[in-house]
């Protein structure tokens, strides 16, 4: 009998814990580097800088240059950056922020050295994975970039979590609940998980698809009271279990799973996000969520199951509609939607491990059905505030 190669990746440490930057970071960073790059929005760098990020670094031997990320995660700001540090003899990125500063990040440390991963908040897994999603300079997806390595350190600090807009906590459970559904679909399709590309080597562990599960699990039974304490600024157990639940274990589920239908319907989303206007654009995980409730209808999955989720969504003010995404009402009509629903099933896209040779048309009746109901789930529940 022969039986296919499974791989698992992680980083090799994760440290999660209110005031880690303060109190253990330096011992952990500079067994992976001496110079780094150190990588972020501005609002991110003022947040690890209260922290104590850089007293931690000189204190642990570690010299640095700051340098402010530009707005998206492009080809050409990836190069910027890289040229930076390889002209300052930097053998190490950290990058601080969300998804994005988490995506240029690895790339630079992949080419550099090693990379540290500071999430100033948990908007998305990428901090994670050993793969990051380029987009063009518009915020279009353009392609995902595999690297040879996952990070070195994974470092979150809750406390600095906890300060950021809760909107990204939000955000972060969204993106984290599509794993256990979009893991479940490459785990019976036999699909590879998202290493070592272009080869396709690697099969899922049963440890990862359990991880996804898991994580669905506390998704739903702490996001709510994470919400609460987040949303006062407090560190609470539950917190603590929604962080790592979003970040360590969603995010290595997702790499060494697979994805499927949700975030190729995201990617189709964000092919028509022009539509909505800037302050109300919708944020990753907002788009996967609701991405998930349109491939549960294309799995034809039972109705309680669409409901079970669809609710618990709405419960931590996850959006249900087009319009609770932004889209002004009316929008996007049947060309817009076309679109994205072509776009969700280009070559190379996730959806293609979900069971069927998924076509334009299933994508679309699939979307058009998930804005329905979700219309019935939001009239039925009020979107609560936090
Ligand atoms: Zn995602």
Request: with cysteine; aromatic share 8%; hydrophobic share 40%.
């Amino acid at each position: 009998m022969h039986l296919a190669p499974k791989i698992f990746a992680t980083p090799r440490r994760y440290v999660q814990g209110p005031g880690v930057i303060r109190t253990i970071a330096g011992k952990q960073m500079a067994i992976f580097g001496r110079k780094a790059i150190v990588i972020g929005g501005p609002r991110s760098l003022e947040a690890v800088k209260e922290a104590g990020l850089y007293q931690t670094l000189d204190s642990a031997g570690i010299s640095y240059v700051i340098e402010t990320f530009g707005r998206e995660c492009t080809h050409e700001e990836i190069k910027r950056l890289t040229d930076i540090g390889q002209d300052a003899g930097c053998d190490l990125a950290i990058a601080v922020g969300g998804g994005k500063a988490m995506d240029a990040g690895k790339v630079v440390g992949d080419t550099l050295g090693e990379s540290i991963m500071i999430p100033t908040q948990v908007g998305t897994n990428a901090s994670e994975s050993a793969l990051s999603v380029i987009y063009t300079k518009d915020h279009v997806f353009e392609e995902y970039k595999f690297l040879n390595k996952n990070p070195a350190l994974l470092l979150v600090d809750t406390e600095v979590i906890a300060k950021s807009p809760i909107r990204y906590l939000i955000g972060g459970i969204g993106d984290a609940s599509s794993e256990k559904f979009e893991g479940e679909a490459c785990y019976r399709t036999g699909s590879k998980n998202l290493i070592e590309a272009p080869e396709w080597v690697g099969y899922t562990s049963a440890l990862s698809l359990k991880l996804c599960q898991l994580a669905y699990e506390y998704l739903r039974e702490y996001g709510e009271a994470a919400l609460e304490s987040a949303a006062r600024q407090a560190v609470t157990p539950a917190l603590e279990n929604i962080v790592e639940a979003i970040i360590l274990w969603s995010g290595a589920g997702f790499e060494c799973t697979g994805l499927a239908g949700a975030h190729s319907i995201h990617n189709g989303i964000t092919e028509i996000e022009h539509l909505i206007p800037e302050n109300k654009r919708p944020l990753h995980g907002e788009i996967v969520a609701w991405g998930v409730i349109a491939q549960l209808f294309l799995e034809n999955r039972p109705r309680k199951e669409i409901e079970e989720y669809a609710e618990w969504a709405r419960r931590v003010a996850l959006p249900m509609t087009f319009e609770e995404m932004g889209f002004p009402s009316g929008s996007p009509n049947d060309e817009d939607l076309w679109k994205a629903a072509e776009k969700a099933c280009a070559e190379g896209e996730t959806i293609h491990c979900m069971a069927f040779d998924i076509q334009p048309q299933w994508v679309f009746d699939a979307m058009k059905t998930a804005d329905e109901f979700g219309k019935k789930v939001a009239k039925r529940i009020p979107k609560p505030t936090f």
